[in-house]
């Protein structure tokens, strides 16, 4: 099984598990209007906006943009992921599109989207460059993108606060009686995650890599901020994010291409 494979049976096998122990409570409040007012304040334009959510998973971004008027599309690479994703929309009533596809493969034209979002996604590309030089493509002029991703240095993203990090697990069933939300069952982690320790972001300093990255790329108006307090808002999230950064980052396509 190649890396690509091993990444979908990943997510394959943790979609019921993430979408009813990780995120549910996303969808409710406070979570619902905590995530729409973190993305929405980073809005490119006024009005509605046509949203792209990359690796929208359970489809928690697609589903409360859609609540909040916008028109949203959410692809996925598991298609046990996009089912939790569909159900969870029709549960709360909202009518996206859902489209099975590779992050790192997109078949959209040029200058279609206002906004694209993704959470918890770019830490599992295989080829982020691709995939930050293909987003700026299918952007409209002055659109942007939205990432909200784990910040590490390149030391610590396969130690700290990770599921198999057996003193993490004992402290947060002696604090809250329970075990921490994990997506996928007891044993199945080198199943699950274990493809992790392949991946090349896994050994880069974040957000500085994206940064760079981007600002290579061409985008503008390149920036991010820590927003865990703000999406810690429960004890337990508290408590599993720690010390952790968890960033925003926005970066714009340009208006209109330099000229030379």
């Not at 959510?53 to 690479?77: E, M, N, W, Y």
């Not at 198999?164 to 329970?178: Q, V």
Request: proline share 5%; hydrophobic share 35%; net charge negative.
């Amino acid at each position: 099984m190649d890396l690509h494979d091993k990444i979908v049976h990943g997510w394959d096998i943790s979609a019921e598990g993430y979408s009813k122990r990780v995120v549910q409570d996303d969808f409710i409040s406070p979570g619902k209007e905590i995530w729409t007012d973190l993305i929405l304040s980073k809005a490119p334009i006024e009005g509605k906006m046509k949203i792209l959510d990359v690796g929208t998973g359970p489809g928690v971004f697609t589903t409360i943009l859609s609540l909040a008027g916008h028109d949203l599309t959410g692809i996925d690479i598991s298609e046990k992921m996009l089912e939790q994703a569909r159900e969870n929309s029709v549960r709360y009533g909202a009518r996206p599109e859902y489209l099975l596809m590779d992050s790192q493969k997109l078949t959209f034209g040029e200058d279609t989207f206002d906004m694209i979002v993704s959470r918890n996604v770019v830490w599992i590309m295989e080829e982020p460059e691709h995939v930050y030089e293909s987003w700026k493509k299918i952007l409209k002029p002055g659109g942007r993108i939205l990432v909200f991703d784990t910040g590490h240095s390149k030391e610590n993203f396969l130690t700290k606060f990770d599921h198999s990090n057996e003193a993490f697990l004992k402290e947060y069933k002696e604090r809250f009686g329970t075990e921490p939300p994990i997506s996928f069952e007891p044993g199945q982690y080198e199943e699950a995650r274990g493809w992790k320790r392949e991946l090349r972001l896994s050994y880069e300093e974040r957000p500085g890599w994206d940064v760079g990255v981007l600002e290579d790329l061409g985008y503008v108006n390149v920036c991010w901020d820590n927003v865990a307090e703000q999406t810690a808002y429960t004890a337990e999230a508290r408590f599993q994010n720690g010390d952790k950064v968890f960033f925003r980052l926005c970066a714009d396509k340009p208006q209109q291409a330099p000229s030379f």
